[in-house]
């Protein structure tokens, strides 16, 4: 059984920088999209970014281009990390990790239904 932990939220002021990590277990040696997904308050969840692990492709979001960052721990490949640099108001929300096998279409997903397992979520609150 996929395992997703997220860590890394908390409150930081809008220019300021975060590093979210989402660790992964049970993937038992297959191949799997990770997507990062947040949702403020009476909004629906959003994209953030997706990585497909066995050829290192990346999609951004639009909102987060430019400033976010997605990558793959250098030490522990089931650990991905979402680098938010430049924070604004509106990126304020709980973000959760969400990990599917690896699709046949050339690309990771962006929308929540193509991920089947899901984390718990990490608060990331961004105030002056």
């Known amino acids: 059984q996929v395992q997703l932990t997220e860590s890394g939220g908390g409150l930081v002021q809008p220019g300021g920088s975060l590093r979210l990590s989402c660790s992964a277990s049970g993937f038992d040696g297959e191949w799997y999209d990770i997507g990062w997904f947040r949702q403020a308050p009476g909004k629906e969840r959003e994209a953030v970014s997706c990585?497909?692990?066995?050829?290192?492709?990346?999609?951004y979001g639009d909102s987060v281009k430019g400033r976010f960052t997605i990558s793959v721990d250098s030490s522990d490949k089931d650990t991905v990390h979402l680098q938010m640099n430049n924070l604004e108001l509106e990126d304020a929300g709980i973000y959760y990790c969400a990990a599917d096998p690896e699709a046949w279409d050339d690309n990771c997903g962006m929308r929540p239904h193509e991920y089947q397992f899901w984390g718990q979520g990490t608060q990331v609150a961004v105030s002056s």
């Open positions: 990585i497909r692990l066995s050829v290192n492709r990346i999609l």
